[in-house]
């Protein structure tokens, strides 16, 4: 979040003369823009799948005609509070299970990069009081882990100190071969695996890319999440691979930013010495 | 994320000499020891909600006997269709809808600020992408605001450039009076709000505390929510002031975050005076 304020740079504007006011505003009504759209968005949508959902019910009340609506509510009950704690009311005992190994490693990465999707969460007293401790120190050792292995591979692949004593010839060499690796990576990581995915789990392209922005936003609705399609047989070690692949693709994101800025400086230099 | 790599003050140390080899390794075993702990937790908690949702199924199959499992198999798919799509299957049309004006302005918080339950989750495409480039603006600007705000504050109750030329009297009453003040405020943002969203949801403390933690932590699984409960009557304005409580108190830790830091120095400065 924010860094320790700083003890002498900072000049003396007031709360309300500074930037804080007009920020203030902008957000506000950012944030109201973004609840209109939603609400105008969503709100019919919701309407006909919700007008669809309860013709459904009666049609079903309809054909079993020994089930009662009062029943049927308890039911809906029951299948609601297992869902809440995990359990996938269709099928029967012999299901996979939400905690295997496999699956308790992508909980803890998605504890730790606070993705938290949701669909897996801890249903146990101890589980959560555990959940809070380990993200309590999981989270900054994310933060502290990223940055680094960012700034590290960022100091190994710019080499800045002696780069500005290369020949010309040197210099523009480099500067292609890193944007070159920069984006051969980007496809490595960020465009090829969503295609995997979204072919192993029978989705569109562009539900592929909207889970792989709603994960790497961190921000994780739950709604598409690899390995979680109760009608599927996956491989055991697919979800520890999707943990993996998430911690990389944020390890990767966290280096565009730290080179990026680089990259763009070297590229106006060598411009400018290039036209003269 | 990462800062831009600097390009004068880091010494060149390699990937494999520097920190971030001993960093790989802790964050790798922090995880497999959290995906341990989780797994030995959760599974047998599963196991056992599992179990018993098989034996009320079988219970609920023998009490209607003009229902065959696979008509159940059949209705339990669309029930869950219709909750994945945000429908809640309980009751009639005439639940409160997830998508009003309220419920909108508090997902557009959730999606700023990365928390993401996913409770609320867009199902439309036009929705989904929406989303995407609503959080590609959102997210930067919720940390810009969020930083300016508490180095606002900051820079308003710390005042950084006259406080060393006080008396000492004055400089210990300043101090005091921050603590006290920060103090009162972690009370009043921190733990009394959760205490009553506590007492609306019927959640246990321990519960309205680990609501709290998950969301101001950003990870947001969507276990426990507010205003979510469709047994219960809200007042219509109980969202809304949710998504302002959420953002209040995430800039409020993040003014903790940059006051602490100064508040700690001073004391231990006026320690040192005092002592002689
Ligand atoms: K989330
Ligand atoms: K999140």
Redesign the pocket.
């Known amino acids: 979040m924010a860094q320790a304020c700083p003890q002498s740079a900072m000049p003396r504007a007031g709360l309300c003369g500074g930037r804080v006011l007009p920020l203030l505003l902008a957000y506000i009504c950012y944030l109201l823009l973004g609840a209109t759209v939603f609400w105008l968005l969503e709100k019919p949508a919701e309407t006909e799948s919700r007008d669809q959902f309860q013709l459904e019910k009666l049609h079903f009340l309809g054909n079993y005609t020994c089930l009662d609506r009062w029943a049927l509510e308890q039911f809906l009950q029951v299948i609601l509070e297992a869902w809440v704690k995990g359990v996938n009311p269709q099928g029967n005992s012999t299901n996979p299970s939400n905690w295997d190994f496999g699956s308790s490693f992508f909980f803890a990465g998605t504890v730790v990069t606070?993705?938290?999707y949701g669909n897996l969460a801890p249903s146990t007293k101890a589980g959560r009081a555990f959940c809070v401790f380990y993200a309590l120190v999981g989270i900054p050792l994310n933060v502290v882990f990223l940055n680094s292995l960012g700034r590290g591979l960022c100091t190994q692949l710019a080499t800045p100190e002696k780069w500005k004593e290369w020949p010309l010839r040197s210099q523009l060499l480099q500067v292609l071969g890193l944007g070159l690796g920069l984006t051969l990576g980007s496809l490595a990581i960020l465009v090829f695996p969503p295609m995997a995915f979204s072919h192993v789990e029978g989705w569109s392209l562009s539900e592929g890319l909207y889970f792989t922005f709603i994960t790497l936003s961190?921000?994780?609705f739950g709604d598409y999440v690899v390995g979680r399609d109760p009608s599927k047989l996956y491989v055991s070690e697919y979800r520890s691979l999707a943990a993996l692949w998430i911690l990389l693709a944020l390890a990767w994101l966290a280096l565009l930013f730290s080179l990026g800025p680089v990259l763009l400086h070297r590229c106006s230099r060598l411009w400018l010495l290039v036209r003269g």
């Open positions: 606070t993705i938290g961190t921000i994780g």
